[in-house]
């Protein structure tokens, strides 16, 4: 069975500053998808970057990049210069390929705190 | 454009009661997934419901059932609550054959006492 493991339950970072959330997966499969959430105190789920693990590039969304190493099953998220919005609780989740029908596998969460 | 709706937010219920919540999914979406997540807790997933069928379920009790509509609408039905079923329920939604489409609502906190 597929797992999802976030090791920093909490970080914080300084406005403007450059942030990296850990996330580690274990899999037997060769091809997956893997995400991170964002959760803001709204709880909705909001979709932050994704990674077709067949891709060799990181995926990059403007502020928010990944570093996506898949012999290692390490998949970080990076995020440049930190706003306050970005204060939320962040999932890492792992998803089977091929069809919607997979569910998604998700890590404990990260609480990202940011100061002014 | 709306999302995936929930209904209700909030919702506090006794032991050993029945409770119902609902989902309509977005626009254009066909598929549902219903997921549990306990406070501190990643999302676990329950099942997930396509063409009125329940289609993939995860390691959930028969206690937890549900429905969807012609309409793609959807319930989570979980009887004989228990106190450790306490937790916010998301539902989310997607279009078949699009593999990474998920748009999640704003979920249901139910509170068992």
């Known amino acids: 069975a597929q797992t999802v493991t976030q090791s920093q339950p909490e970080m914080s970072v300084q406005e403007a500053e450059t942030v990296t959330l850990s996330c580690t997966y274990d899999t037997s499969e060769s091809d997956y998808y893997l995400f991170w959430y964002k959760q803001p105190p709204s709880r909705q789920m909001i979709l932050v970057i994704r990674q077709e693990a067949y891709k060799q590039q990181n995926a990059t969304e403007n502020r928010f990049s990944v570093n996506f190493q898949k012999a290692a099953k390490s998949f970080s998220l990076k995020i440049s210069d930190s706003q306050l919005g970005d204060a939320a609780m962040y999932f890492c989740a792992y998803r089977t390929y091929g069809g919607a029908t997979n569910k998604l596998i998700f890590g404990t969460g990260t609480l990202l705190a940011v100061q002014p | 454009d709306a999302g995936v709706t929930q209904s209700p937010t909030h919702l506090i219920k006794t032991r050993g009661q029945q409770v119902t919540l609902r989902c309509s999914p977005k626009s254009g979406h066909d598929t549902v997934s219903w997921y549990q997540q306990a406070l501190g807790q990643g999302p676990q997933f329950i099942f997930q419901?396509?063409?009125?069928?329940?289609?993939q379920r995860g390691n959930f009790p028969d206690r937890f059932s549900g429905h969807q509509f012609p309409n793609y609408s959807s319930e989570l039905n979980v009887n004989a609550l228990l106190l450790g079923d306490s937790a916010l329920y998301l539902c989310?939604?997607?279009?078949?054959?699009?593999?990474?489409?998920?748009?999640f609502g704003s979920g249901t906190r139910l509170t068992v006492v």
């Open positions: 989310a939604s997607t279009m078949t054959g699009i593999n990474y489409g998920y748009t």
């Open positions: 419901y396509y063409e009125e069928e329940e289609r």
